[in-house]
């Protein structure tokens, strides 16, 4: 990487069922195994729901810059991401599902939205030959 831009620093303790604290302070919430993992869900989040917000804000930047520049409408439009884990071979893995709602484009130009920020966002560049990422266009309105 040539120009460094920013520096995000966040800390972990106690893994999975423990707590994450960022640098500033901004961030510092507690972990706790969801109900699917056999821990005990409740109001703590995990590193997959953390992932996926990251990557959703993301991807929606690079996909409004990409829009903006092919001057394509995205007003109230949104990225969901759905972070798996799972099981690969003798290691845990991830897959991602990122979908767009796009409620003022055509859905082949949202579909050709998806692509294009695709190759841009850095998540998905650092992600690309490592996980399966899924992209897809909503037919309706997603929470």
Do not use: W
Not at 57 to 76: G, I, N, Q
Not at 81 to 86: D, I, N, P
Not at 121 to 131: D, E, F, L, Q, V
């Amino acid at each position: 990487m040539v120009d460094i831009l920013y520096t995000a620093q966040a800390t972990a303790r106690g893994g999975r069922e423990g707590e994450v604290v960022s640098d500033d302070g901004v961030i510092d919430m507690s972990l706790t195994l969801p109900k699917e993992l056999g821990g005990p869900g409740g109001d703590h989040t995990n590193p997959e729901q953390l992932f996926a917000a990251g990557y959703a804000a993301c991807f929606h930047s690079a996909l409004k810059r990409v829009a903006h520049k092919e001057k394509l409408d995205v007003t109230e439009s949104s990225i969901t991401a759905r972070v798996s884990l799972g099981i690969d071979g003798q290691a845990f893995g991830l897959a991602v599902t990122l979908v767009g709602r796009f409620p003022a484009l055509e859905h082949a130009d949202g579909e050709h939205l998806m692509e294009a920020a695709h190759q841009v966002c850095p998540y998905s560049r650092a992600t690309r030959g490592n996980i399966e990422v899924l992209l897809e266009v909503a037919p309706e309105p997603l929470l």
